[in-house]
């Protein structure tokens, strides 16, 4: 069986979560869970868990307890587990590599492709008309950002692109 312990609530879409993280650790591993219950236990501040963007931390934490080995304490990791063990993208990347950098952590791993960041950024320009009256024009710029760049910078840490579970375990299975 697969268990989700979780103080707060946690959604259906983690519990999914949870049960592709076991079922891909053990393909990865070769090693059967079968006649085990594995459970994976969570407690934050906040009032629910959900969605599957823990399943690649998940997988990897597996990977590691299977193995008898640990994971590395400096690192975040985000993305979702696909269940041919690919790590899928997720959203709110900036915000959650500047909670790792606040944390103090070495290294963000994220989904391939989302170290670099493109968004839209609003371009005002201002301009008096009449006494009294502005003409305000607003313009959308698209940028395009390089995550590492920045959280080396503002909190000498790494962010570093993963595609698979394997690879991932390779760099945070100790």
């Known amino acids: 069986r697969t268990l989700v312990d979780s103080e707060p609530f946690v959604e259906t879409d983690t519990q999914f979560s949870a049960r592709t993280a076991r079922e891909v650790a053990e393909q990865l591993t070769g ?5 085990k219950n594995v459970t994976y236990s969570y407690s934050i501040s906040g009032s629910v868990i959900g969605g599957p963007l823990a399943g690649a931390a998940m997988t ?15 690192i975040a990791v985000t993305g979702t587990v696909r269940p041919d063990g690919y790590i899928g993208r997720v959203g709110s990347v900036p915000e959650k590599a500047q909670a790792a950098g606040e944390a103090g952590l070495d290294t963000f791993y994220v989904p ?12 005002v320009e201002e301009r008096d008309v009449a006494p009294g009256f502005t003409y305000r024009d607003v313009e959308y710029v698209t940028r395009t950002i390089s ?13 570093e692109e993963v595609s698979t579970i394997e690879e991932l375990a390779e760099e945070i299975v100790e």
């Open 112 to 123: 391939e492709g989302q170290e670099t960041v493109t968004f839209r950024e609003p371009v």
């Open 60 to 74: 990897a934490a597996t990977v590691a307890a299977i193995e008898n080995s640990s994971v590395k304490e400096d």
């Open 147 to 159: 995550l590492n760049n920045i959280t080396e910078r503002r909190y000498d840490m790494e962010t």
């Open 31 to 35: 090693y059967s869970l079968e006649d």
